[in-house]
């Protein structure tokens, strides 16, 4: 092997550059809406104009590009990912699939090569879901499956989502605009870092997804009573913050042992806030996935029971609000068959496997038959800013799609 690779040293060398587009030095979180967020946007949309592609932010804020195929106005092969992040996120979760989906089409441009289809190219405003507690909002405009009671939820900084998509420079009201038409696109394919072990395991640069896990969030409020933390005797306390240790413990423990099922809770605030004082009020996430969808129903049954029992049990005020709940969505088999080609054809094995995490591929299952490619990525670490993915793995996947865009065969039998 050379020492340059054709198309990972530009792609990595955009990751780099995306990556420093965070509203924390030394720390990358970039949220929708943000100052950071339209910094992302310019630079991303700038790379789609010089692939040859023609660039716009829509309604929502994603990023769109669209190289036409042999004549103009055919239906897309749409390809994309995220370019917000978590908080104290790495550099590769989403924007490695915005990145290279960029690159192959700048290849094709270079070769002056014209398919019978156009290629778009979305980058994605919003899937982690981090400033307003809702996810896939990028995905869901253009599936046309935004709820429009989102605009109403407030972030940790007091503003509304309409309030920032305003101070964003974007019209709520149009946000519906976004959808686009089923018989537009030919399907919808992501490529993403696997952000689990299972290929570095198998020792493969890249892998087919089989299907995307289902997910269900919540908001759990327990009101109880503040008080002083030296004069109120224990038995006679309603303390917000205990209840929620119990219920943390019964998410965990009810996820434990099944497979394909896993709990978190990720964010938690208790008030007033102070080391004197008992905690009279708790906020947390509850975040429940599984490969069944029934096993994550039956899950949310039991947690919410036991929920119910500990607030009961311990004199605490229950407030439950559902944030988030996606089924489990399947690739299609046709492209699952037609990415394994694309791999097979770069020399390497082929794996399929399943994804635990959520993407923007859930949402456009509304509206196309969706493929995914794994990445490998290092000890399967992400949402982590030790996230990272090897330049030789890079090209593989980079030469992966290239190779399933030039031989992408539409279907038009039914889906699935
Ligand atoms: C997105 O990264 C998710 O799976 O939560
Ligand atoms: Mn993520
Ligand atoms: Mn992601």
């Given at each position: 092997m050379s020492d340059r690779y054709r198309l990972a040293d530009r792609i990595v060398e955009r990751i780099e550059e995306l990556g420093e587009i965070s509203e924390t030095p030394g720390m990358l979180t970039r949220v929708c809406f943000s100052p950071e967020h339209r910094r992302a946007a310019d630079l991303i949309l700038g790379w789609m104009r010089d692939a040859g592609m023609a660039a716009r932010m829509d309604e929502i804020g994603n990023a769109v590009g669209r190289y036409e195929g042999a004549q103009p106005g055919l239906p897309c092969l749409m390809l994309g990912s995220h370019y917000d992040t978590v908080r104290d996120a790495g550099k590769w979760d989403g924007p490695l699939g915005v990145i290279t989906a960029i690159e192959c089409v700048a290849d094709l441009a270079r070769r002056g090569l014209r398919l019978p289809l156009a290629i778009e190219v979305v980058g994605f405003a919003d899937e982690e879901g981090v400033r307003f507690s809702s996810t896939l909002l990028g995905s869901s405009a253009i599936a046309g499956t935004?709820?429009?009671?989102?605009?109403?939820a407030k972030g940790r900084d007091g503003l509304t989502m309409r309030e920032a998509v305003l101070a964003f420079g974007?019209?709520?009201?149009?946000?519906?605009?976004a959808a686009r038409k089923?018989?537009?696109?030919?399907a919808y394919i992501e490529l993403h870092i696997e952000q689990g072990p299972v290929l570095e395991e198998k020792d493969l640069p890249v892998g087919v997804v089989t299907a995307i896990s289902g997910a269900s969030r919540f908001r759990i409020e327990l009101d109880g009573r503040a008080g002083h933390a030296g004069t109120v005797p224990m038995t006679l306390r309603r303390d917000a913050l205990a209840g929620a240790a119990d219920c943390i413990a019964a998410v965990e423990r009810r996820c434990c042992?099944?497979?394909?099922l896993v709990g978190t809770v990720g964010q938690i605030t208790a008030e007033p806030g102070a080391t004197n004082v008992i905690p009279g009020r708790v906020s947390f996430s509850v975040d429940l996935r599984a490969s069944e969808d029934q096993i994550r129903e039956n899950t949310i049954a039991r947690v919410l029971e036991d929920l119910r029992e500990i607030a009961a049990r311990r004199n605490l005020r229950l407030a439950i609000a559902k944030t988030h709940e996606c089924g489990t969505v399947q690739c299609a088999v046709w492209l699952r068959e037609q990415i394994a080609a694309a791999i097979k054809a770069g020399g390497h094995s082929v794996t399929e496997l399943p994804s635990g995490a959520g993407h923007d591929g859930m949402a456009m299952a509304d509206i196309a038959d969706i493929g995914m490619i794994f990445v490998r990525c290092r000890d399967g670490v992400s949402h982590h800013p030790d996230e990272h993915t090897e330049t030789a793995d890079v090209e593989a996947a980079a030469l992966t799609l290239l190779h399933f865009i030039e031989n992408f065969k539409p279907h038009t039998e039914p889906r699935i």
């Open positions: 935004f709820d429009k009671r989102l605009l109403d974007l019209e709520p009201d149009a946000i519906g605009r089923r018989c537009g696109i030919h042992g099944v497979a394909g």
